[in-house]
C-alpha cells in the first residue's frame, strides 16, 4: 500500500458521485479540500463518521473546506447512504478503486482475526494547490470533524 503523504501532490482523479455526476480533483483548484475513506456505506463506523461531518459541515465550510466522500461501494449504495443520513457533500462511488488506488488506501487489513484486501479508513487535507496538507491516519469516526480542524 503505497499511501499519499504529507507535500505529496494528489494525481488528477476522475469519478462518478452518487448521482452520476463527473467529479475531478480539478474542480477543486484554489479551495482546501477533505477527502475521506471509508470501507462501506451504512455500516456502523462509517455511518457514525459520516453523520458526524454532516453535523459540522458548516463550521467546516467556514474554515474553507470542501468535502468529498469515498469508498468502493456502487453509485446506488451511495446514492441510498446519501439520502438516508442527509449528507450535504458528495459521495464518490469508486467502483473501479482509481481514486482509492490514486490515494494508496487499499490493502491488507485485519479483523477478527481475519486478514482480507479491503479500503483503511484514512483522510487526506488537501490544500488549494493539490497538495496534501495532512493525513489523518486515526480516523475517530465520532469526533472526525474536530480532528480536522486541528
Keep these: 500500500m503505497n ?18 455526476n463527473i467529479i475531478s480533483l ?6 482546501k479540500l477533505v477527502v475521506f475513506f471509508y470501507p462501506k456505506a451504512n455500516t ?12 459540522n459541515y ?10 468529498l ?9 451511495q446514492s441510498n447512504f446519501k439520502n438516508k443520513f442527509s449528507l450535504p457533500f458528495p459521495l464518490l462511488a469508486d467502483e473501479d478503486k482509481t481514486v482509492i488506488d490514486a490515494f494508496g488506501v487499499w490493502g491488507l487489513k485485519k479483523f477478527m482475526g481475519r486478514e482480507y484486501d479491503g ?14 496538507e495532512r493525513v489523518i491516519d486515526k480516523v ?6 474536530a480532528q480536522i480542524l486541528e
Design 140 to 145: 475517530k469516526t465520532k469526533n472526525h470533524a
Design 69 to 77: 466522500g469515498v469508498s468502493a461501494d456502487s453509485a446506488k449504495k
Design 58 to 67: 458548516d463550521v467546516l465550510k467556514e474554515k474553507g473546506y470542501e468535502l
Design 26 to 31: 480539478s474542480d477543486y483548484k484554489g479551495k
Design 44 to 55: 456502523p463506523g462509517c455511518t457514525t463518521e459520516a453523520c458526524n461531518l454532516r453535523d
Design 3 to 20: 499511501t499519499l503523504k504529507q507535500g505529496d501532490a494528489v494525481p488528477n482523479f476522475t469519478a462518478k458521485d452518487e448521482q452520476g
Design 119 to 132: 479500503i483503511h479508513r484514512k483522510t487526506f487535507i488537501i490544500d488549494e494547490n493539490g497538495i496534501v
